[in-house]
């Protein structure tokens, strides 16, 4: 049974890799350079909370932005900052309590397709049971176009 933990666990981790999110719910410190206009980016999504929000060292007040469950954080008047020379900081929740049906499928079939093949898992008993160590050569192409609408957009990196 821990193999197959281990298969599902090496799975989530490329799956993670490929998208660029965590995907499931959690809580972030986003460190972001300024930006002369009033809309910034944040890296993960889908945003379910932004808990604070700090300018240049100075805490803003919740009515003086708004955030899209896009990742899009507006500021209502002003910029943020004069570009690179300002640091925006931004605590947020962001992800899925419920991992989507489509990125489970995804997981599901790739570790379905990942764990009979020893070619691709090698396995060795240690003290605490097994260690998996995998190449993975591809998503399939079904499987790629899904992940491909969870995959943070480069420019959020």
Not at 47 to 73: C, E, F, H, I, K
Request: glycine content about 8%.
């Amino acid at each position: 049974m821990r193999f197959l933990d281990d298969v599902c666990q090496l799975v989530s981790d490329l799956i993670r890799g490929h998208v660029r999110q965590t995907i499931t719910a959690a809580t972030t410190t986003a460190y972001l350079g300024g930006s002369p206009g009033r809309r910034l980016q944040l890296p993960e999504t889908p945003v379910t909370a932004v808990l604070s929000v700090v300018q240049d060292g100075t805490p803003l007040d919740p009515a003086s932005y708004s955030w899209r469950r896009n990742g899009a954080l507006w500021l209502r008047t002003g910029a943020w900052g004069n570009g690179a020379e300002s640091e925006v900081v931004v605590t947020y929740s962001h992800g899925w309590t419920v991992v989507p049906g489509d990125l489970h499928a995804v997981a599901l079939a790739a570790a379905a397709r990942l764990a009979p093949n020893i070619a691709q898992v090698e396995y060795e008993a240690d003290g605490a049971g097994y260690a998996v160590r995998g190449s993975f050569s591809r998503f399939t192409l079904h499987e790629t176009i899904v992940l491909r609408r969870y995959r943070r957009q480069a420019a959020a990196l």
